[in-house]
Nanobody
C-alpha cells in the first residue's frame, strides 16, 4: 500500500492542524494505520493508531485529549486532528500502515512496513 501524508505546517502554540494519510490505488481494509513523529535528534515515536476494520484507537499519553485519529472509509483516508498544539509537538509526522500488525505491536514502528513520506509540523511558542 502506498501512503501519501499531508497537512503539516507552521502554527502557533494553541492552534490546530489536521493531517491526512491517503492511499493511492489501494485500501486500508484489514490494516492498522498509525501516525509516528520524529523530532530532530530523537527517535521516531508512536503518536496514535487506528484499526481500520473496527475503528479502535490508541494514543501516546502526551497527546491524549488533544489529538484524535479517525478514518473515512469512502476516501480511504486516515486523519490526525491535532488541537492545542504545543512546541514539543514539533516534528516530522509520518503515517504508516500494515496488515500484519496486531494489537500488542501497534505502537512499535518496526511492525509497519509501509510508510508515507512525512509532513513537517512546526509549533512556535
Amino acid at each position: 500500500v502506498q501512503l501519501q501524508a499531508s497537512g503539516g505546517g507552521l502554527v502557533q502554540a494553541g492552534d490546530f492542524l489536521r493531517l491526512s494519510c491517503a492511499t493511492s490505488g489501494d485500501t486500508f481494509r484489514g490494516h492498522f494505520v498509525a501516525w509516528f513523529r520524529q523530532a530532530p535528534g530523537k527517535e521516531r515515536e508512536f503518536v496514535a493508531s487506528i484499526r481500520w476494520n473496527s475503528g479502535f484507537t490508541a494514543y501516546e499519553d502526551s497527546v491524549k485529549g488533544r489529538f484524535t485519529i479517525s478514518r473515512d472509509n469512502a476516501k480511504n483516508t486516515v486523519y490526525l486532528q491535532m488541537n492545542s498544539l504545543k512546541p514539543e509537538d514539533t516534528a516530522v509526522y509520518y503515517c504508516a500502515a500494515d496488515r500484519s500488525v496486531i494489537t500488542s505491536s501497534q505502537r512499535d514502528r518496526r511492525a509497519y512496513d509501509h510508510w508515507g513520506q512525512g509532513t513537517q509540523v512546526t509549533v512556535s511558542s
